[in-house]
C-alpha cells in the first residue's frame, strides 16, 4: 500500500511538473518582444500583444498604441524616446494597458469603459483621461501622419478601438485580429461574437489596408480580417456536428493556445452559449 502511495504521489508531482513547464514555455512565448521596424518613423513591438509606436520626424512626439504588461511593458516604455506622448488602448485588458503608469505625463486615450469595467479588465491600470462613446472618432496628428482612432464597439470587449494611420493605410486593430491564435473570448469583458463579425465587415468595407498590426501575431494585410471572421462563422456554423467541429479542430490544430485562457473549445463554447442566448 505504501509503495502504491509512493507511485501514485510521485505521478502527480510529474503531472503538477509537466503542466507547470506547459504553463511556463507558453506564458514566454506570449510574453517575448521583438522590435520590426515598418519605416524609419513607425516601430512595431510584440510581446504581450502588438504595440506601435509612431515617431514625429522630428523626434518630439510619439503616439503609442498599448502598453503592454510585466517586463515587457517596461521594454516598450524604454525604447519611447520622444517628451511628448499620446497613448490609445484598442481595449480594456491588462496586457495591452498595465504599462499606463509608465507614461505618467500621456493623455491616454480609450474606448468607453466604467471605471468598475476598467479596472477589472486591467487588473487596475491607469483608466484613460479620454473615452470616446462606441462610433466616436478622432484624429491625432504625429508629425506628417493623421492616425484616425475610431471606436467599434461592443465585440471583443465592451468597446474596442483601432487606429488607421492615413497616410500609411496602416490599421492596428488590437484584438479585434488575432494571426494564427485563438482569440480571447471572455463572458465578463462583454465579448460578442455575432458584435465581433460586424466590426471586421465595417473595416474590411470602410478602411484601404497596405498593413493590418493585429493584437497578437505577425503583421498582415487586410485578409487578415477575412481569415478572423472565417473562424467565427466556420465554428459557428459548425455547431450541433461533432464531425464538423472536429475538422475544425485539426483545421485549426496549429493555432497558438495561450495556457487556460484560448483554445479552440473555449471558443466553441463561447460561440454555443451565445447562441443559445440570442435564441438562434
Not at 75 to 91: C, E, R, S, Y
Not at 237 to 255: D, H, N, P, Q, T
Amino acid at each position: 500500500m505504501k509503495k502504491a502511495c509512493i507511485i501514485v504521489g510521485s505521478i502527480a508531482i510529474a503531472v503538477v511538473v509537466a503542466t507547470g513547464i506547459w504553463f511556463w514555455n507558453g506564458f514566454s512565448k506570449f510574453m517575448a518582444v521583438e522590435a520590426v521596424k515598418i519605416d524609419p518613423q513607425l516601430t512595431c513591438y510584440s510581446g504581450a500583444g502588438n504595440s506601435i509606436v509612431l515617431t514625429a520626424e522630428d523626434g518630439k512626439s510619439a503616439l503609442v498604441v498599448d502598453t503592454k504588461m510585466r517586463d515587457a511593458a517596461q521594454k516598450l516604455h524604454d525604447a519611447v524616446q520622444a517628451g511628448d506622448v499620446i497613448i490609445v488602448n484598442t481595449h480594456s485588458h491588462g496586457d495591452h494597458t498595465e504599462g499606463n503608469a509608465l507614461y505618467p505625463k500621456a493623455k491616454i486615450i480609450a474606448g468607453a469603459y466604467s471605471k468598475e469595467q476598467w479596472d477589472r479588465d486591467s487588473g487596475n491600470s491607469r483608466y484613460p483621461d479620454i473615452t470616446l462613446k462606441p462610433g466616436e472618432r478622432k484624429e491625432i496628428k504625429i508629425g506628417s501622419e493623421t492616425a484616425v482612432v475610431r471606436t467599434m464597439g461592443r465585440a471583443h470587449t465592451m468597446d474596442d478601438v483601432v487606429v488607421y494611420l492615413k497616410n500609411r493605410k496602416i490599421l492596428v486593430t488590437g484584438d479585434l485580429v488575432f494571426i494564427n491564435m485563438h482569440p480571447a473570448v471572455k463572458t465578463d469583458s462583454g465579448a460578442s461574437v455575432s458584435n465581433w463579425i460586424k466590426a471586421l465587415d465595417a473595416l474590411k468595407s470602410d478602411y484601404d489596408i497596405r498593413k493590418l498590426v493585429p493584437g497578437h501575431g505577425p503583421i498582415s494585410d487586410g485578409r487578415a480580417l477575412d481569415i478572423q471572421k472565417e473562424y467565427f462563422v466556420s465554428i459557428g456554423g459548425a455547431m450541433g456536428s461533432r464531425e464538423k467541429l472536429a475538422e475544425l479542430k485539426k483545421k485549426y490544430g496549429a493555432y497558438f493556445s495561450l495556457p487556460a485562457m484560448t483554445s479552440f473549445e473555449r471558443t466553441a463554447e463561447f460561440i454555443q452559449n451565445e447562441k443559445k442566448g440570442s435564441g438562434k
